[in-house]
């Protein structure tokens, strides 16, 4: 065995020692995702859940609108799957688009702010996360509305983080 094997071999020892204090193995496989794993594990499930909401929601708004009265049963069902097809796109874009402005929101305030918000609870950090990101995705609508889509959504990733610390469902965030 040469010189550089046995480096290698007292570095593997050496770490594996390490990572043996006191952190679990699902915490050690949270430090080895990066930010972009992350990111994926998030927004392609919301992307998936809010297009299923959106077809859910096309169904109802379909059989609350249409009438089904005197016409070819054709035209019912193209009628019905436009309105599940809009409906599906805009709802599954709108999910996808909130995680991933979340992802980037976390992470660029992380980016700036780590130092002034060190001596927060991560349910605080989150919360502070949730307003912005909020704010920025409703912008476009005016302040007011703005202001109350950031405080709906602060208080919805608090309570996600609050729920995650209490363990009330398994590690997914």
Avoid: W
């Avoid at 094997?5 to 020892?13: C, G, S, V």
């Avoid at 599954?92 to 688009?97: C, I, K, L, R, Y």
């Avoid at 909020?134 to 709906?152: E, H, R, T, V």
């Amino acid at each position: 065995m040469d010189k550089g094997q046995e480096l290698n071999y007292k570095m593997l020892d050496s770490d594996n020692k390490s990572h043996d204090n006191h952190k679990s193995k699902e915490e050690q496989l949270y430090l080895k995702q990066s930010d972009f794993e992350i990111m994926q594990n998030l927004v392609g499930p919301s992307y998936i859940l809010s297009g299923f909401y959106g077809i859910l929601l096309g169904v109802y708004m379909g059989t609350r609108t249409i009438t089904f009265k005197n016409r070819p049963l054709k035209l019912i069902t193209t009628s019905m799957l436009n309105l599940m097809g809009r409906q599906m796109s805009n709802k599954a874009n709108a999910g996808g688009a909130l995680v991933l402005l979340f992802s980037l929101t976390k992470k660029s305030i992380n980016f700036m702010f780590d130092d002034d918000m060190e001596d927060l609870s991560k349910t605080q950090k989150h919360g502070i996360y949730g307003f912005v990101c909020g704010a920025l995705f409703k912008s476009s609508k005016g302040f007011g509305p703005s202001m109350l889509f950031g405080s709906i959504f602060s208080g919805f990733c608090m309570s996600v983080c609050y729920m995650y610390e209490k363990k009330y469902f398994s590690r997914f965030l």
